[in-house]
C-alpha cells in the first residue's frame, strides 16, 4: 500500500485513481471497484458493524485507495500501512456538497426504490447498498446528509481531523485543480508529459448509472 485516500467522494477521486494507477500506484481502490465486484463489500460492511478487520490482508493486492468506503476508515489504514502516504483530496464545500446531492446521493435514493436503471456500470447490489448506506449516510453523515449545514460541518470537521492527527512527512492535502506536480513530489516520481485525468463529473457519473440528465443548477 503506497497511498491512502482520506478524501470524501466527489473530490475528484475518480479522476485521481486514474492518475495513482498511472504513477505506480496501482491498482487504485475506489467505489467503482466495489459497485463492479459487490465481493469486495465484505470487509466494508463488517467495518461499518464495527468489527475489527484486518486491513493488511482485506488489502492484499491494492496499491492505493480513494474515494468511499476506504476513506471512512483512514486512521485504521494509516496503523496498518504505517509507510504509506495519507491524500487529502480537498474541494470547496459547496461545489462538493451540490455534486454529491446530484450524484451519489440522488442515486442511492433511485436504488432504494428500485428505480436506478444502470448503464454502463451496474446498479448496486442490495449487499453493496447496505455497505454504502452503512458507511456514508447512516455512518458519516448520521442521516443527516439534507441538512446541509450539518453536511458542511462534517465534511469541514473531517478535513481538520486529518490534517491535524497525519504527521506532515505523510500528508498530502490535494485538489485535482493543482494537477500531476503535488502527487508527483510526493511520491518522488517524474510528471507524467500529458495531461492530468479528469473523470467523473456529475454529467458523465449520471450517464454512467442511467439516471436522468441533473437539473440546470
Not at 30 to 41: G, K, N, T
Not at 132 to 153: H, P, S, V, Y
Request: charged letters at 20%; a negative charge; glycine letters at 8%.
Amino acid at each position: 500500500m503506497k497511498v491512502i485516500g482520506a478524501g470524501f467522494g466527489r473530490t475528484g477521486t475518480m479522476s485521481q485513481k486514474a492518475a495513482l494507477e498511472q504513477l505506480g500506484c496501482g491498482p487504485c481502490l475506489h467505489m467503482i471497484d466495489v459497485l463492479r465486484e459487490p465481493s469486495l463489500a465484505a470487509p466494508w460492511r463488517a467495518a461499518a458493524a464495527g468489527e475489527q478487520v484486518d486491513w493488511v490482508a482485506a488489502l492484499d493486492g491494492w496499491g492505493s485507495t480513494i474515494d468511499w468506503p476506504a476513506c471512512a476508515f483512514w486512521e485504521q489504514h494509516m496503523e496498518a500501512f504505517p509507510e504509506a502516504l495519507v491524500l487529502l483530496s480537498t474541494r470547496d464545500p459547496e461545489a462538493w456538497y451540490r455534486s454529491c446531492l446530484t450524484t451519489i446521493w440522488e442515486a442511492k435514493e433511485l436504488a432504494l426504490r428500485g428505480e436506478l436503471a444502470g448503464n454502463t456500470e451496474r446498479s448496486p447490489t442490495g449487499g453493496v447498498l447496505e455497505m454504502i448506506n452503512g458507511i456514508i449516510w447512516d455512518g458519516t453523515f448520521k442521516g443527516r446528509f439534507l441538512d446541509k449545514a450539518w453536511a458542511f460541518e462534517v465534511y469541514e470537521r473531517h478535513v481538520a481531523d486529518v490534517i491535524e492527527k497525519v504527521p506532515s512527512n505523510r500528508l498530502v492535502v490535494f485538489e485535482v485543480s493543482q494537477g500531476w506536480q503535488p502527487l508527483c513530489d510526493a511520491l518522488g516520481v517524474a510528471v507524467p508529459d500529458e495531461p492530468f485525468p479528469h473523470l467523473n463529473d456529475t454529467a458523465a457519473f449520471r450517464e454512467m448509472l442511467g439516471m436522468p440528465a441533473a437539473a440546470p443548477a
